[in-house]
């Protein structure tokens, strides 16, 4: 998922992680993102997030396409390379134009 942040995220891939609470505290997430030097965001569900928006693992992890919609989710458990050619075939359909929109509002267009 970190490469693919890093590879992708520039063409408007963006990776997000919603851990479930079971994790004891905040500060123990943040330990395991720091010394698994996760670049991408990550976040802690403690409350009922996950039934009102159907998380159904313990850890869900989300594509999201650069249109703005969930392009995958759930465990990096379904083999890479399938995955990633998914990936790569979502990102060759969106418009380019609404990319670079998107790169813009992100901090310039770099």
């Known amino acids: 998922m ?13 990776v997000l992680s919603v851990y479930d ?10 330990k395991h993102v720091e010394k698994g030097k996760i670049p991408y965001p990550v976040m802690r569900d403690p409350g009922d997030n996950q039934k009102t928006y159907g998380i159904k693992f313990g850890t ?8 703005g919609k969930v392009m995958w989710e759930g ?3 379904k083999k890479q390379d399938a995955l990633e050619g998914e990936i790569k075939s979502a ?7 609404r990319l670079e929109t998107w790169k813009k509002e992100q901090g310039g267009g770099k």
């Open 2 to 14: 970190a490469r693919w942040h890093k590879e992708y995220g520039p063409k408007g891939l963006v």
């Open 21 to 30: 609470g079971l994790t004891p505290s905040v500060d123990d997430l943040r």
């Open 60 to 67: 869900t992890v989300y594509l999201i396409g650069a249109d």
């Open 75 to 77: 465990l990096a458990n």
């Open 91 to 97: 990102l060759e359909k969106v418009d380019k134009k």
